[in-house]
């Protein structure tokens, strides 16, 4: 009787938590809720920044070791793109059938998304431990970086499983309303790799390799936080294995809403390798390096969107489910209009003093130069990206997969790639910088268009009632 009673308790408690979303004022909601995910997702991007960061200052041999290190980044980041399909489409399905009152529906979301990383992971260390060396020489490795990419890689692959349920599962932590235990478990993680990181790349002499072990083992205490919340008594979405048995319904559901944060996470991949081919034919290493440097820095600025438009999206999602529509209005304006703002000044910067930044990442003046030179060309398309990054994260809160599917195609898949194969034909080596902008720009009206046409209709019962 007593443990009834208490059970019953906690399950007022949890409801009462989902519910300060509905209820709390939008200003302290937004701090509670985005703090932490802004935090954590910022501590979260230092695991490969730090890396570049040390390896780039490695005596002697830092530039190569930079630029081969920054080759692996298609690979990892199609990695990751496994665990944004959950992250960005499971968790706000969550949060839309606890907003619906259906608990036990959100814990076989959970459960199947489990199960679906762990696939992943067998899948993705075959195939690229059966393949990375020529994979790599594909995707811009020159002979002096292809021993340095290597070295990185096949250790990085070993914690392939961390990878996907660090960075896939902790959004069920965020969508309970619990984002200061979900950035402890980025905190412990990123702590960990800052601290091993000049143990094992210098102390013990490990050069890259000691980079790829320092973030296999990090990655693995982030995990074993995550899984231990979720497994525990304070998580009110619980792992079960009677959960775990794979839907095709709720995995489809999960598909329609994810697919649109994973092709922006695998296209990012495939652009790095279509960039980095690009500049090594037409430049080089140092043109290659150059890119390293910025996409690292493009990732650190793009960090505290990602934790605040994580933290937001949870927010929208379960007041859409409870059909409060006009607090669904104050909440998308907030994020669009903070993601733009940030976004513009970010950019801003990096084209005011774009070598300031460069320095971070190496000492040799050549690449140093060339960075400053390309830099404010790179990153001009950002001063209107930040509408694209508050308007896509809004479709997905509301569930609205194919619009969100279209603008990821857009950018990446319909502008970006062809305009980076095109436009060297007739620019040289510049033409892979100069698609960046563009694609950046026409995608960020388009979304913009799109939402202003078609919000009024998604805020309604018919549109929600389609969502399954």
Same mark, same amino acid.
């Given at each position: 009787?007593?443990?009834?009673?208490?059970?019953?308790?906690?399950?007022?408690?949890?409801?009462?938590?989902?519910?300060?979303?509905?209820?709390?004022?939008?200003?302290?909601?937004?701090?509670?809720?985005?703090?932490?995910?802004?935090?954590?997702?910022?501590?979260?991007?230092?695991?490969?920044?730090?890396?570049?960061?040390?390896?780039?200052?490695?005596?002697?041999?830092?530039?190569?070791?930079?630029?081969?290190?920054?080759?692996?980044?298609?690979?990892?980041?199609?990695?990751?793109?496994?665990?944004?399909?959950?992250?960005?489409?499971?968790?706000?399905?969550?949060?839309?059938?606890?907003?619906?009152?259906?608990?036990?529906?959100?814990?076989?979301?959970?459960?199947?998304?489990?199960?679906?990383?762990?696939?992943?992971?067998?899948?993705?260390?075959?195939?690229?431990?059966?393949?990375?060396?020529?994979?790599?020489?594909?995707?811009?490795?020159?002979?002096?970086?292809?021993?340095?990419?290597?070295?990185?890689?096949?250790?990085?692959?070993?914690?392939?499983?961390?990878?996907?349920?660090?960075?896939?599962?902790?959004?069920?932590?965020?969508?309970?309303?619990?984002?200061?235990?979900?950035?402890?478990?980025?905190?412990?993680?990123?702590?960990?790799? /800052?601290?091993?990181?000049?143990? %094992?790349?210098? *102390? $013990?002499?490990?050069? =890259?390799?000691? @980079?790829?072990? +320092?973030?296999?083992?990090?990655?693995?205490?982030?995990?074993?936080?995550?899984?231990?919340?979720?497994?525990?008594?304070?998580?009110?979405?619980?792992?079960?294995?009677?959960?775990?048995?794979?839907?095709?319904?709720?995995?489809?559901?999960?598909?329609?809403?994810?697919?649109?944060?994973?092709?922006?996470?695998?296209?990012?991949?495939?652009?790095?390798?279509?960039?980095?081919?690009?500049?090594?034919?037409?430049?080089?290493?140092?043109?290659?390096?150059?890119?390293?440097?910025?996409?690292?820095?493009?990732?650190?600025?793009?960090?505290?969107?990602?934790?605040?438009?994580?933290?937001?999206?949870?927010?929208?999602?379960?007041?859409?489910?409870?059909?409060?529509?006009?607090?669904?209005?104050?909440?998308?304006?907030?994020?669009?209009? /903070?993601?733009?703002?940030?976004? %513009?000044?970010? *950019? $801003?910067?990096?084209? =005011?003093?774009? @070598?300031?930044? +460069?320095?971070?990442?190496?000492?040799?003046?050549?690449?140093?130069?060339?960075?400053?030179?390309?830099?404010?060309?790179?990153?001009?398309?950002?001063?209107?990206?930040?509408?694209?990054?508050?308007?896509?994260?809004?479709?997905?809160?509301?569930?609205?997969?194919?619009?969100?599917?279209?603008?990821?195609?857009?950018?990446?898949?319909?502008?970006?790639?062809?305009?980076?194969?095109?436009?060297?034909?007739?620019?040289?080596?510049?033409?892979?910088?100069?698609?960046?902008?563009?694609?950046?720009?026409?995608?960020?009206?388009?979304?913009?268009?799109?939402?202003?046409?078609?919000?009024?209709?998604?805020?309604?019962?018919?549109?929600?009632?389609?969502?399954?």
């Amino acid at each position: 009787m007593e443990k009834s009673r208490a059970g019953v308790r906690d399950r007022e408690k949890e409801k009462t938590r989902e519910e300060r979303m509905a209820t709390e004022s939008v200003g302290r909601l937004m701090v509670s809720m985005t703090l932490p995910a802004i935090l954590a997702q910022i501590i979260n991007v230092l695991y490969s920044v730090i890396d570049r960061i040390y390896i780039g200052h490695m005596e002697g041999v830092g530039a190569n070791a930079l630029t081969g290190v920054g080759v692996t980044f298609c690979i990892t980041m199609f990695i990751s793109a496994f665990s944004a399909f959950i992250s960005s489409g499971a968790a706000p399905l969550a949060a839309i059938w606890l907003g619906k009152g259906d608990r036990e529906h959100a814990e076989k979301i959970l459960g199947n998304s489990v199960s679906f990383l762990i696939a992943c992971t067998v899948v993705l260390m075959a195939v690229f431990y059966a393949f990375q060396r020529p994979l790599l020489y594909q995707f811009g490795a020159s002979d002096a970086t292809i021993g340095y990419a290597m070295d990185y890689l096949s250790i990085y692959l070993a914690g392939t499983l961390f990878v996907e349920l660090a960075l896939g599962l902790n959004a069920f932590i965020i969508c309970q309303s619990r984002a200061k235990t979900a950035m402890l478990s980025v905190l412990i993680g990123a702590v960990a790799n /800052i601290i091993l990181d000049p143990i %094992f790349i210098f *102390a $013990l002499h490990m050069g =890259v390799r000691g @980079a790829a072990v +320092a973030t296999v083992i990090s990655q693995g205490l982030s995990a074993a936080w995550i899984l231990a919340f979720l497994f525990g008594k304070q998580s009110s979405l619980k792992i079960r294995r009677s959960c775990m048995r794979i839907d095709g319904g709720i995995l489809g559901s999960v598909f329609s809403l994810g697919i649109s944060p994973f092709i922006m996470n695998a296209t990012e991949s495939f652009i790095s390798i279509v960039l980095n081919h690009g500049l090594q034919v037409y430049g080089g290493d140092l043109y290659v390096g150059s890119l390293t440097i910025m996409q690292s820095i493009m990732q650190l600025f793009s960090a505290p969107l990602n934790g605040f438009t994580q933290g937001m999206t949870p927010i929208v999602s379960y007041n859409y489910g409870a059909k409060n529509f006009g607090r669904v209005r104050l909440l998308y304006r907030w994020l669009i209009g /903070i993601c733009f703002g940030f976004r %513009f000044l970010t *950019a $801003l910067s990096t084209m =005011v003093v774009p @070598a300031f930044y +460069a320095r971070f990442f190496t000492n040799e003046q050549e690449l140093v130069a060339l960075t400053g030179r390309v830099m404010p060309i790179f990153m001009a398309g950002m001063l209107l990206f930040g509408l694209q990054n508050g308007i896509q994260p809004t479709f997905l809160a509301l569930g609205q997969a194919k619009v969100s599917l279209f603008i990821a195609v857009l950018r990446k898949i319909i502008l970006l790639i062809p305009l980076a194969i095109i436009l060297p034909h007739f620019m040289g080596v510049m033409g892979v910088y100069y698609a960046e902008p563009v694609s950046d720009i026409l995608s960020a009206v388009t979304a913009t268009a799109l939402f202003a046409l078609n919000i009024r209709n998604i805020l309604s019962e018919e549109a929600l009632a389609k969502i399954r």
